[in-house]
Nanobody
Framework: QVQLVESGGGLVQAGGSLRLSCATS????????MAWFRQAPGKEREFVAA????????YYADSVKGRFTISRDNAKITVYLQMNSLIPEDTAVYYC?????????????????????WGKGTLVTVSS
């Protein structure tokens, strides 16, 4: 059973920072690319960032580039999303997702429909 459990969400003022974590089961950590998506109220789920199994290839949505950093620790089977310079538009439920495969192109890793497993999400609220 593949499991993804997000944590680290909360309420933060604009300009602040948060670090999200996604704890994965051992099966997920082996040979899976990982990604973060988010969904704001009344909006579709959108891509935020993705990282291949080795960590050698990373993709970001334009809206978070330069502010967010995705990383993974395969020893701790955890994926992180460091979020800096947060703005109210970043308010959303953030989801961790996994896609089988050691690599992955932006086309596949940026599409929610291409992900194999999902966590339940963690809420991030940025106040102005």
């Amino acid at each position: 059973q593949v499991q993804l459990v997000e944590s680290g969400g909360g309420l933060v003022q604009a300009g602040g920072s948060l670090r999200l974590s996604c704890a994965t089961s051992e099966r997920t950590s082996s040979g899976y690319a990982m990604a973060w998506f988010r969904q704001a109220p009344g909006k579709e789920r959108e891509f935020v960032a993705a990282i291949t199994w080795s960590g050698g290839i990373i993709y970001y949505a334009d809206s978070v580039k330069g502010r967010f950093t995705i990383s993974r620790d395969n020893a701790k089977i955890t994926v992180y999303l460091q979020m800096n310079s947060l703005i109210p538009e970043d308010t959303a439920v953030y989801y961790c997702a996994a896609r089988a495969g050691y690599s992955g192109t932006y086309y596949y890793l940026s599409r929610a429909a291409e992900m194999d497993y999902w966590g339940k999400g963690t809420l991030v609220t940025v106040s102005s």
